[in-house]
Structure formats: structure tokens, C-alpha cells
Nanobody
Framework: QVQVVESGGGLVHPGGSVRLSCAASGFTFSEYAIRWWRQYPGKEREMVAAVDVVPTNTYYPDSVKGRFTASRDNAKKMAYLQMNNLEPSDTAVYYC?????WGQGTQVTVSS
């Protein structure tokens, strides 16, 4: 059974940090690229980070570059998104996508 499950969201103050985790099972995790997306209410999802099959190959849009870091641990079948210096505009539901498999999303709220 294929499963992709995010965790680690919550309420954080502006300037704070949070690390999202993504646990995968039921498929060969190491063979797939990982994409992190976020979605604002009423908007389409936007990609905020990507980690290739080769873990050192990463991509970030300008909106999060220097603040977000994506990584993966193939042995544990885990992906991570470290988010630092968070801003209220980072408030969204964050999704992990491994290959074509989506997680259910986790809410991150940045507010004082």
C-alpha cells in the first residue's frame, strides 16, 4: 500500500523555524524525485522545493531560496523540508510529493 504522510506543521512565530517530515512507504522511495508544494486557500499549489534522485540536486524558487532546505534520507524513506526565517506569507498547507504520490498535507501557520 502506497503511503506518503507529512508531519511537523503547526503554529510558528515570524522569524521562526519548522521542519516538515515526509514518510513514504509501499514503493521504492530512492527511485523518485521529491517535490514540496504549498497551497494558499483558493489558489493553485506552487512548488517550493525539489530534491532529485541525486540528493545534492535541489531547486528552490526565489520566494524561498536561502530560507528553505529540502533533503532526503533514502535509508529511512524520509524527506524533510527545513524552513527558516518564516514569514506570514509562508502560511499555507504544505504537501510532499514523491514521484507521483501525494501526501495529505500539513498546515503551517506563521503568526505572532
Amino acid at each position: 500500500q502506497v503511503q506518503v504522510v507529512e508531519s511537523g506543521g503547526g503554529l510558528v512565530h515570524p522569524g521562526g523555524s519548522v521542519r516538515l517530515s515526509c514518510a513514504a512507504s509501499g514503493f521504492t522511495f530512492s527511485e523518485y524525485a521529491i517535490r514540496w508544494w504549498r497551497q494558499y486557500p483558493g489558489k493553485e499549489r506552487e512548488m517550493v522545493a525539489a530534491v532529485d534522485v541525486v540528493p545534492t540536486n535541489t531547486y528552490y524558487p526565489d520566494s524561498v531560496k536561502g530560507r528553505f532546505t529540502a533533503s532526503r534520507d533514502n535509508a529511512k524513506k524520509m524527506a524533510y523540508l527545513q524552513m527558516n526565517n518564516l514569514e506570514p506569507s509562508d502560511t499555507a498547507v504544505y504537501y510532499c510529493k514523491v514521484g507521483g504520490y501525494w501526501g495529505q498535507g500539513t498546515q503551517v501557520t506563521v503568526s505572532s
